[in-house]
């Protein structure tokens, strides 16, 4: 190896980029410890605050622009938690959220269980009633919506 | 304190992959998780022999920068603690997917229930591996905070880069600054779909990753071994890093992270594919013994082959036998997802066609742009790629400090782009949503690679200064 060799100039460039992978990670950690306050701590707060205002249904349905917060309200309070709920639609969008927000109670597409059935899985199939029909629950899923009927 | 550290992340490890190996054996065979079984996985970690050896100090640290970062991360441990607990996931696929099974495995920790057995009930991701949600049934049987599994994440990672700098030799300084670097990355720490405390398993896979990273750069195989457990199992994407991971290794000649990265794959995605075929078609199906079989001789073949180059000295093949066996791969990955027994799965999807990425070339420079855009722009991730670019230079004649996790960052670059031209999915709604999360999973291996060539490098060029590393620390 000669003076001048490439290997030689790379030898002497290495203290500076050194120095320079020094900074950044100077710079990346005070950028990092900058924004703690604002967007670390108090909008996860606000965010908390938000979910335990809204409740969970309306907290997601609203974020992600769904229409249906008021049938899982509806779900919860008039269907058993260990029973089958039947929905027809497709079963992503706004479909996603009920298993997870009413669980344990299992949901079923029509395509596979007949609502005249009296149980699905060892467990019965939610009954109810809406403005004086009685029947078996169904909640009427599209891409961005939700809404519950009785057959 | 050093040891103390090593001695909790290193147990705390060695319990999740330990509980989550057997937990996994146990809902496989139809049993029930039994509640003493991650106490148990806990007091083993904590208790199992272990020896270590740290630089020694030789210059005394700022005091006041060690209080400001010790304050620093105790202050976002506690914001995550309190995102994790107070409610359940805020975040999409965290509530409707992770939640929903931990929630079913918390209530009944086995898979002889309706959710996991009849195919025609409702739920999302139904192939998902299931560490992270029985990770989390696990602890909040125990414990009864199953969430707090998100935080302790990440503090393991943040404990993994300080204890690499620290067994590397840096001083507190160093190890201070560059793990609140680490630890504050924003995409990692903030509110978002992603992070810490979404309930997403991707933050949880980057802890993994992070601490696989720092288990190569230390050659420190429990490290290894446990961690790629633990990725392999934590999602699909997993099996990916953990291919990816072992192909750098085969690359570079780093035979010990080779073959405890090889045990950690053959243990992982044993587990996963016998898994994932029992979600998909619950004994309806025979299991993908072939292809558990052709993965075994695989790796095997890598270990031997890289032995007997090693001894021949004819490291300059590796990288043909690599574009060969590359090559090969693709031709038959859509046999081998046939062969896998869940041609419809969640991985598969994503495989069962590789030309598709010639075919979709042209989509090439949007995913490209969203990839700079996503790691550059919006000040997610920092400054963490002008950095890796910057210790790539610094590294490029080096073969220690971690020059396989330089090589594994690269070859995550084909995988993630791939990613994209394979899909069905819109490709903007899908690069929107996909690429900051793809981008995170890698943050602690950059992290880990950047940090490891600081240090070394700085080393070398300050002898005169022991073991003090930073040339911009303050004195």
């Known amino acids: ?151 | 304190m050093g040891y103390l550290v090593d001695r909790a992340l290193s147990g705390l490890l060695l319990a999740f992959a330990a509980a989550t190996t057997v937990g996994v054996a146990i809902l496989l065979v139809g049993g029930v998780v039994p509640d003493w079984l991650l106490p148990t996985a806990l007091l083993i970690g904590l208790v199992a022999p272990r020896r270590v050896q740290f630089g020694i100090l030789s210059t005394k640290a700022n005091r006041w920068l060690l209080v400001a970062v010790g304050l620093v991360l105790l202050v976002v441990f506690a914001a995550l603690v309190y995102g994790a607990l107070a409610t359940p996931s805020r975040h999409w696929d965290g509530a409707i997917a992770w939640d929903l099974k931990a929630s079913a495995l918390a209530e009944h920790p086995t898979l002889n229930q309706p959710l996991f057995q009849n195919p025609y009930v409702h739920h999302h991701s139904r192939d998902y591996p299931l560490l992270q949600p029985l990770l989390v049934a696990l602890t909040e049987r125990c414990f009864g905070c199953g969430r707090i599994v998100f935080p302790v994440c990440w503090a393991m990672a943040v404990g993994a880069v300080g204890l690499m700098l620290r067994r590397r030799g840096a001083g507190l300084s160093a190890v201070g600054l560059g793990m609140v670097a680490f630890a504050c990355t924003p995409f990692l720490v903030s509110p978002t779909s992603g992070s810490v405390d979404s309930g997403y398993a991707d933050a949880t896979l980057a802890a993994w990753l992070t601490i696989a990273a720092a288990g190569c750069v230390l050659r420190d195989t429990r490290w290894i071994v446990c961690s790629v457990i633990l990725v392999v199992l934590t999602k699909p994407e997993g099996l990916v890093y953990a291919a990816l991971l072992l192909g750098a290794a085969w690359l570079q000649g780093c035979r010990g992270v080779l073959r405890a990265t090889a045990l950690g794959s053959v243990v992982g995605t044993v587990l996963l594919l016998l898994l994932q075929h029992e979600l998909q078609f619950v004994d309806r199906a025979e299991p993908p013994f072939t292809a558990i079989l052709i993965l075994i001789a695989v790796i095997g073949m890598m270990v031997l082959v890289d032995g007997w180059l090693d001894r021949r000295n004819l490291n300059a093949w590796r990288l043909r036998l690599a574009g060969i066996l590359g090559i090969i791969g693709v031709c038959v990955m859509p046999w081998l997802v046939q062969a896998c027994g869940n041609p419809s799965g969640s991985l598969a999807h994503y495989m069962k066609d590789p030309w598709l990425v010639w075919q979709r070339l042209e989509l090439l420079p949007a995913v490209v742009i969203s990839l700079l855009d996503c790691s550059l722009l919006h000040g997610w991730f920092g400054v963490t790629v002008p950095l890796v670019l910057l210790a790539a230079w610094q590294a490029r004649r080096s073969r220690e400090s971690g020059s396989s996790l330089g090589t594994w960052l690269v070859l995550c670059l084909p995988c993630w782009c791939a990613v994209f031209l394979v899909s069905d999915l819109e490709l903007a709604q899908h690069l929107r949503s996909r690429m900051p999360r793809l981008l995170l999973h890698a943050i602690g291996i950059a992290w880990v690679y950047i940090l490891a060539t600081w240090q070394t490098r700085s080393r070398e060029a300050h002898p005169e200064r022991g073991d003090r590393d930073g040339a911009l620390l303050p004195s």
């Not at chain 1, 060799?5 to 120095?19: F, I, K, M, N, W």
């Not at chain 1, 149980?119 to 029947?135: H, N, T, Y």
Request: proline share 7%; glycine share 10%.
């Open chain 1, 1 to 151: 190896m000669t003076v001048n060799s490439p290997l030689d100039a790379g030898r002497t460039s290495l203290p500076s980029v050194t120095r320079w992978i020094g900074l950044l990670v100077l710079v990346h950690a005070i950028w990092g410890v900058a924004r703690i306050p604002g967007k670390v701590v108090m909008r996860r707060v606000g965010d908390v605050r938000d979910y335990q205002q809204e409740g969970a249904a309306h907290y997601f349905f609203s974020k992600a622009r769904l229409v249906g917060a008021d049938a899982i309200a509806w779900l919860r309070e008039n269907t058993p938690e260990q029973s089958v709920v039947l929905f027809d639609g497709p079963h992503l969008g706004a479909m996603e959220f009920p298993p997870a927000l009413l669980a344990p109670r299992l949901f079923v597409s029509i395509r596979h269980c007949d609502p005249a059935s009296e149980s699905f899985a060892g467990r019965p199939i939610a009954r109810g009633e809406i403005g004086g029909l009685r029947g078996t629950v169904v909640v009427h899923a599209d891409r961005g919506s939700l809404r519950i009927e009785v057959q």
